[in-house]
T-cell receptor, first 108, second 113 residues
Framework: GQQVMQIPQYQHVQEGEDFTTYCNSS?????IQWYKQRPGGHPVFLIQ?????EVKKQKRLTFQFGEAKKNSSLHITATQTTDVGTYFC????????FGAGTTVTVRA | NAGVTQTPKFQVLKTGQSMTLQCAQD?????MYWYRQDPGMGLRLIYY???????DKGEVPNGYNVSRLNKREFSLRLESAAPSQTSVYFC????????????FGPGTRLTVT
């Protein structure tokens, strides 16, 4: 079964609001990746985190890797309609395992 | 560069029929993967090929076979399709098997009736 759990499964956001999606593993990870899949599209790589406590930013997206390297989060500020889609985390220990994803919808 | 290409885009099969999904990449990547995506299940790895000439089972290999034809091409075969194999199939590639981002193809939507 899946080793990487993502919450929430769905996130309905008012345009302009912030939200966070979380990724948790029962196993210490060597690294974690985040992907975005637009409706009807394919997953596209966003970022990879490797170091304990690492924080990386891409414009309005902030990615964080936990100190114990067992969890990660993606925070989006000032949500826009272009943020619609499903965000997947993928944690690696000896293999890469994808979470079930957080599907984001935006109310204009 | 086309990146990762997959054929066909859509396919409908009857139970028991066989078919092969084709995947090719033009990025000179060593590693290639086949995933299936089902609602609420994320992406589950079926098979992967860490390098040309090698293939290994992933999380859900039953009912599938793969061939790494050469460095560019990695095909997935369903010998006797079952309704449980109705899914969207994605092929992906990466420079190497560990610690590298994966590039995904556009997917094949397969329905088995």
């Amino acid at each position: 079964g899946q080793q990487v759990m993502q919450i929430p499964q769905y996130q309905h956001v008012q345009e302009g609001e912030d939200f966070t999606t979380y990724c948790n593993s029962s196993t210490t990870l060597s690294n974690i990746q985040w992907y975005k899949q637009r409706p009807g599209g394919h997953p596209v790589f966003l970022i990879q985190l490797v170091k304990s406590g690492e924080v990386k930013k891409q414009k309005r997206l902030t990615f964080q890797f936990g100190e114990a390297k067992k969890n990660s989060s993606l925070h989006i500020t000032a949500t826009q309609t272009t943020d619609v889609g499903t965000y997947f985390c993928a944690g690696r220990w000896y293999k890469l395992s994808f979470g079930a994803g957080t599907t984001v919808t935006v109310r204009a | 560069n086309a990146g990762v290409t997959q054929t066909p885009k859509f396919q409908v099969l009857k139970t028991g029929q066989s078919m092969t999904l084709q995947c090719a990449q033009d990025m000179n990547h060593n590693s290639m993967y086949w995933y299936r995506q089902d609602p609420g299940m994320g992406l589950r790895l079926i098979y992967y090929s860490a390098s040309e000439g090698t293939t290994d089972k992933g999380e859900v290999p039953n009912g599938y076979n793969v061939s790494r034809l050469n460095k560019r091409e990695f095909s997935l075969r369903l010998e006797s399709a079952a309704p449980s194999q109705t899914s969207v199939y994605f092929c992906a590639s990466s420079e190497r098997a560990s610690s590298y981002e994966q590039y995904f193809g556009p997917g094949t939507r397969l329905t088995v009736t």
